[in-house]
T-cell receptor, first 114, second 111 residues
Framework: ETGVTQTPRHLVMGMTNKKSLKCEQH?????MYWYKQSAKKPLELMFV???????ENNSVPSRFSPECPNSSHLFLHLHTLQPEDSALYLC?????????????FGQGTRLTVV | GESVGLHLPTLSVQEGDNSIINCAYS??????FIWYKQESGKGPQFIID?????DKRQGQRVTVLLNKTVKHLSLQIAATQPGDSAVYFC??????????FGTGTKLQVIP
């Protein structure tokens, strides 16, 4: 256990559905991240939140909408996704403003868009 | 653009032997490097890190070597065990929280 929990672990959704991914950490971290991991591709950074403020949006389509209500929770709202959005979505957290530190990852949500 | 790449997609090693996983990076401004291990069905797990003012760092059974001249990073695992079987990613931090990951090397340990 890394201290970062993601739910659900698996999700199958249709292209017209709306769903949300949840991430929470109780490590006292103040930065949270969403990554996308597709087969045979590097992890792609999607969003970064520092102290609940979004500081990075890595050209992610608007059908992905993040929300960070507090430093411990992060959501990724999904709507009208495409089959190519099927991937493992990973949440991570770290200490911000403390120099370079490693990120702690959750176990991911395996998303399949049908 | 900047990239982090791995030389070999798959590495097979006999149990008990040492493993060496290599990584090349292209951002000369990167000052912090991390190795992660990802087991099947799990998220990446931190193994070891190194800052650019160092060329070697040792952990428990693992050593990371950094050669800034040729922009090369390696992870050495001593006495490789079946539990070491996983995908290993190198990552570089080229700026504030901008971490770039490589594609990963799959390590297979042969009993």
């Amino acid at each position: 256990e890394t201290g970062v929990t993601q739910t659900p672990r698996h999700l199958v959704m249709g292209m017209t559905n709306k769903k949300s991914l949840k991430c929470e950490q109780h490590l006292g971290h103040n930065a949270m991240y969403w990554y996308k991991q597709s087969a045979k591709k590097p992890l792609e950074l999607m969003f970064v939140y520092n102290f609940k403020e979004q500081t990075e949006n890595n050209s992610v389509p608007s059908r992905f909408s993040p929300e960070c209500p507090n430093s411990s929770h992060l959501f990724l709202h999904l709507h009208t996704l495409q089959p190519e959005d099927s991937a493992l979505y990973l949440c991570a957290s770290s200490l911000a403003g403390q120099g370079n530190t490693e990120a702690f990852f959750g176990q991911g949500t395996r998303l399949t868009v049908v | 653009g900047e990239s982090v790449g791995l030389h070999l997609p798959t590495l097979s090693v006999q149990e008990g032997d040492n493993s060496i996983i290599n990584c090349a990076y292209s951002n000369s401004a990167s000052d912090y490097f991390i190795w992660y291990k990802q087991e099947s069905g799990k998220g990446p797990q931190f193994i070891i890190d190194i800052r650019s003012n160092m060329d070697k760092r040792q952990g428990q059974r693992v050593t990371v070597l950094l050669n800034k001249t040729v922009k090369h990073l390696s992870l050495q695992i001593a006495a490789t065990q079946p539990g070491d079987s996983a995908v290993y990613f190198c990552a570089e931090n080229g700026g504030y929280q901008k971490v770039t990951f490589g594609t990963g090397t799959k390590l297979q340990v042969i009993p």
